[in-house]
């Protein structure tokens, strides 16, 4: 049996004793029957009535009293009711009341915080607008010889100026204390600007008086040695004393303009005169340079003034180069020492000074404009905190264009005082550089042009205008040094009467060109256009004289052909190819440019005249030949060939006249003479001779190989020649060259 089986079964057992228990109660015997049971059960139950009536009766007394107990508790609640309905309406009264506080009080939280903030702002600017004794005495009695007095007076003087710079709330301005301050401040900023404007007047000139000094003292111990160039070597001295001082002159300009003036005129008047005195010095030490002796003929050869008189000189092979030009660049002469050599040029003399002047007043000019602040906007307690406010940029470079006008005047105004020496001594000693020799003028403009490149687009307005008076002074000179020489060719005496050799002019223009073209160097600038202009109108002029001669020789032998006129255009045919060839020669090799074309020109020229020589010399040997074979090459541009027998003039019988007429024997001795006129022709030279007697020859040979050519031509049965061959003639030319 299962556990569940078994406890089923307890449970039923358990309810039929509690049955058997309850019927027990009620009497129930085994053995009474139903009715007496029945009865029983009816008399406990009206028992039970019974007391069931007794206890609702019983009971309505307790719930009278319950009721009205309930009651009193409803009157109680209600009370409550209402005591919490007015607290209710008391406590949604006080919330308007407690948000209005709590906004109050965030209110008087941002009040406080507002006052906080101005209290603070208060202490600020009071702050700003106050400076404490010690600084005020600073400015008073701190020493500016050191460089820590130095020092701590810029920083005072940068608080001073915060202070009353400061941008205060007008209502702060308004009150009587602000008022107080600013005006005791402004008392002690008109005091200190005295008193620094007053200390840097002192310091100013001891710095440049005592360099003045020095200079003056070596001046009276020892004058210098002739060839010593005095250099001024003082203003890079003031200028590394002075720089020092560069923030309190800020501070003098930022706020005390007219003691920023004041100081600034100062030191332009003593830096003038000490200026003035150093360029007069250089210039003087430079002068001796310039006029080392009197020029002698000789050194002014390349001239065209000098030579007025025609006289012969060698002239030079086409072959090889006679006197060319030839480029040297321009000496800047020794930076580190004094010392000017003997044979300087003048325009080297003159850009030695140019190198020592023109970098000074370059880095005055700056020292000027950083020295003064012309263009500092930073305000001065902000320029002393920078580590570099004592040092100075490099001040030997031009800087660029200067864009604010005034800035420009004042530069400009400031330089032409401290550089008014300038004007007198720079174009005295152009016309003392120019006093014998004029060609120097080109050298001097290559120095000048040098620097206004430099200058050209830079601030360096006052030296940039200095230097174009300078370069307008010397094309002036050079230009009617030009007309000079044009003036002397034009008057030069030529002629084709008699045999003069090479022209002055044409003998003097390749060293004029060595001359002037050395000086230019290298130059691309307006120095080398001047140049060229000028040799062009030159040249120009000396082709023009030497063609006219020809030209009037070649018009008089057209107007009467005699013998004096034909002497007459021999001659300019020699004086064409001497002088031609002279110029070639000198200049073939030149890389002028403008020369160029009239070295072709030249040559084109001594090749026409060597032409028209040879043709014409060349007839006294060979003329019956010459004159009759020219007759025959008529006939052929008319007629056939076969008919030239058939003139009279020109048969065979006339023929053999004219060869009979011209035997080798004579051609030979013709020849040998012809040489020998050659020579009294050219003269001078052998190697030209050469080149003409070369031509000779050729001119020869190619009228033989042509006679030749003509007989078998027109004579092809006639078994007629030449009585000499071109071996013969060669050998016959040759001969006559050796002897």
Not at 6 to 22: K, Q
Not at 374 to 384: A, G, Q, V, W
Request: aromatic share 8%.
């Amino acid at each position: 049996m299962s556990e569940a089986a078994a406890g089923a079964d307890v449970t039923n057992d358990a309810c039929i004793l509690e049955a058997d228990d309850l019927l027990a109660e009620f009497g129930w015997q085994a053995n009474l029957g139903a009715s007496a049971l029945e009865e029983r059960l009816l008399q406990e139950l009206t028992v039970l009535e019974k007391d069931t009536v007794r206890s609702i009766i019983d009971a309505d007394s307790q719930i009278k009293s319950v009721l009205g107990e309930l009651d009193n508790g409803a009157g109680h609640l209600d009370a409550l009711d209402g005591w919490l309905r007015g607290y209710n309406y008391e406590l949604t009264s006080m919330e308007k009341d407690i948000m209005e506080i709590q906004a109050q009080n965030e209110l008087l939280k941002v009040e406080e915080r507002n006052q906080t903030r101005l209290l603070e702002e208060l202490e600020y600017l009071m702050y700003s607008i106050t400076i404490t004794e010690e600084e005020l005495s600073t400015l008073r009695e701190e020493s500016l010889e050191s460089s820590h007095g130095l020092y701590n007076i810029e920083r005072a003087a940068g608080r001073l100026q915060r202070m009353l710079e400061s941008n205060l709330d007008p209502k702060l301005k308004a009150m009587r204390a602000t008022q107080e301050k600013m005006e005791k401040y402004t008392y002690y900023s008109g005091n200190f600007a005295a008193r620094a404007t007053e200390y840097l007047k002192v310091m100013f000139r001891f710095s440049i008086e005592s360099v003045a000094a020095d200079s003056s003292k070596g001046k009276g111990k020892l004058a210098p040695s002739p060839g010593i160039i005095v250099k001024p070597t003082g203003p890079a001295y003031v200028h590394k004393s002075l720089v020092k001082f560069r923030a309190l002159v800020l501070w003098l300009k930022q706020m005390a303009t007219d003691k920023h003036k004041e100081l600034r005129n100062i030191y332009i008047s003593t830096m003038g005169n000490l200026y003035n005195s150093q360029i007069q010095d250089l210039v003087g030490s430079v002068k001796p340079l310039m006029v080392r002796g009197k020029a002698s003929t000789d050194d002014l050869d390349h001239l065209f003034t000098t030579h007025t008189n025609a006289n012969k000189t060698a002239p030079l092979p086409l072959s090889q180069g006679g006197p060319r030009p030839r480029r040297a660049s321009m000496v800047g002469g020794d930076s580190h020492g004094h010392r000017g050599s003997s044979a300087t040029r003048p325009d080297e003399v003159f850009h030695l000074a140019m190198s020592c002047v023109i970098p000074l007043a370059i880095s005055e000019q700056n020292f000027i404009d950083d020295m003064f602040s012309l263009h500092t906007s930073l305000p001065f307690y902000e320029f002393i905190t920078r580590p570099d406010r004592e040092t100075l940029d490099d001040l030997n470079v031009p800087r660029p264009r200067e864009k604010d006008p005034h800035v420009a005047k004042e530069l400009k105004d400031a330089m032409g005082l401290i550089f008014s020496v300038l004007g007198s001594e720079m174009p005295s000693l152009i016309d003392l550089g120019l006093r014998n020799d004029k060609t120097h003028a080109v050298g001097m403009i290559v120095s000048v042009e040098h620097h206004l490149k430099d200058c050209e687009v830079s601030n360096q307005e006052f030296v940039f205008v200095v230097l174009q008076n300078m370069q307008k002074q010397l094309a002036a000179t050079f230009a009617r040094f030009i007309d000079d020489q044009l003036r002397a060719i034009d008057d030069t005496k030529v002629t084709a009467k008699r045999r003069i050799g090479i022209l002055p002019f044409f003998r003097v223009f390749p060293k004029f060109v060595q001359k002037v073209d050395e000086q230019l160097g290298n130059s691309q600038t307006e120095a080398r256009k001047l140049v060229g202009q000028g040799y062009e109108k030159i040249v120009t002029l000396m082709f023009n004289r030497l063609l006219a001669i020809g030209r009037e020789a070649d018009t008089s032998l057209n107007l009467t052909e005699d013998k004096d006129a034909m002497k007459e255009q021999l001659n300019a045919h020699i004086l064409t190819i001497e002088n031609m060839h002279y110029f070639y020669s000198a200049l073939h090799g030149t890389d002028i440019a403008i020369l160029g074309r009239y070295v072709e020109k030249a040559k084109a020229s001594y090749d026409e005249s060597m032409t028209a020589y040879i043709k014409t010399i060349v007839r006294r040997p060979l003329g019956r030949l010459i004159e009759f074979f020219e007759g025959i090459e008529n006939l052929l541009k008319t007629g056939d060939a076969t008919e030239v027998g058939y003139h009279l003039s020109y048969n065979r019988t006339a023929l053999k006249k004219v060869l009979q007429q011209t035997p080798a024997e004579e051609v030979r001795r013709s020849i040998k003479l012809l040489n020998r006129r050659i020579e009294k022709h050219f003269p001078d030279y052998a190697p030209l001779r050469v080149l003409v007697w070369k031509g000779v020859y050729l001119e020869l040979a190619r009228d033989v190989d042509r006679y030749n050519h003509l007989i078998r031509l027109c004579y092809p049965n006639d078994n007629v020649a030449l009585d000499f061959t071109e071996q013969d003639l060669q050998s016959w030319c040759e001969s006559a060259a050796r002897s």
